[in-house]
């Protein structure tokens, strides 16, 4: 099979995205024509072999970097949450990051190093970078991601503190306007124990630190 009739099958499009409820054909179609238009409107042929399929394809491509509105950060911390008399910094790090910037929809990326410490509960460690997910796979702000992070952490664990960092490069910035390619926006947020400087430095130590 070459490389160009493994991109035009359909069913491999559908097989990527077959998780998603908002998928309802209404929304897909609604959407498609809208991109179809966009399409025109920057100079292009919708018509023209290689962009058929392409406003369909936008569409659902769209909706699953977007899903984050249909999930519930704290649903799914709620559902893994143990008793636990653990109480030093639990750090999840190098946790990959991908959403898109509200200001010109273009996706931003990296990691997130998410720490807390624990207060009688932890939570299942798979559940933080879903919900790194959740408030990723939205238009954001990277301010705003962080904080969100944090936010939800805090509400729902109740942990002595929280601390977040996330490194990403913004495309807004690489392929247009101002081009600095290699830039990369730091964002933090702490809460509790973690608003105290030697609790932040052995967070920011652990992160920095490498694996043997
Ligand atoms: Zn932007």
Same mark, same amino acid.
């Given at each position: 099979m070459s490389n160009e009739n493994y991109i035009h099958d359909e069913d491999d499009d559908i097989d990527g995205y077959? =998780?998603? /409820?908002?998928?309802n054909p209404d929304l897909i179609a609604s959407l498609s024509t809208h991109y179809k238009e966009v399409l025109k409107q920057i100079? $292009? =042929?919708? $018509?023209r072999e290689g962009l058929l399929k392409t406003p369909e394809r936008v569409a659902k491509a769209m909706l699953y970097l977007t899903q984050?509105? /249909?999930?519930d950060a704290k649903e799914i911390l709620n559902s893994a949450m143990f008793k636990e008399d653990y109480s030093q910094m639990v750090i999840v790090k190098d946790i990959e990051v991908y959403s898109m910037c509200e200001h010109h929809m273009l996706p931003f990326f990296g990691k997130a190093h998410v720490a807390y410490i624990p207060n009688g509960h932890v939570v299942g460690l798979s559940k933080i970078p879903r919900v790194v997910d959740v408030f990723a796979?939205?238009? !954001?702000?990277q301010e705003r991601l962080t904080n969100e992070i944090r936010d939800c952490i805090q509400d729902t664990l109740n942990p002595w503190g929280v601390g977040i960092v996330i490194e990403c490069r913004h495309l807004c910035m690489s392929m247009r306007g101002?081009? =600095? !390619?290699?830039s990369v926006t730091t964002t933090s947020a702490f809460t509790g124990e973690f608003l105290k400087e030697k609790t932040r430095t052995e967070f920011l130590n652990l992160i920095s630190a490498k694996l043997g």
């Open positions: 077959v =998780k998603i /409820d908002r998928y100079g $292009e =042929k919708p $018509e984050g509105y /249909d999930l796979r939205r238009l !954001q702000v101002v081009q =600095k !390619q290699n």
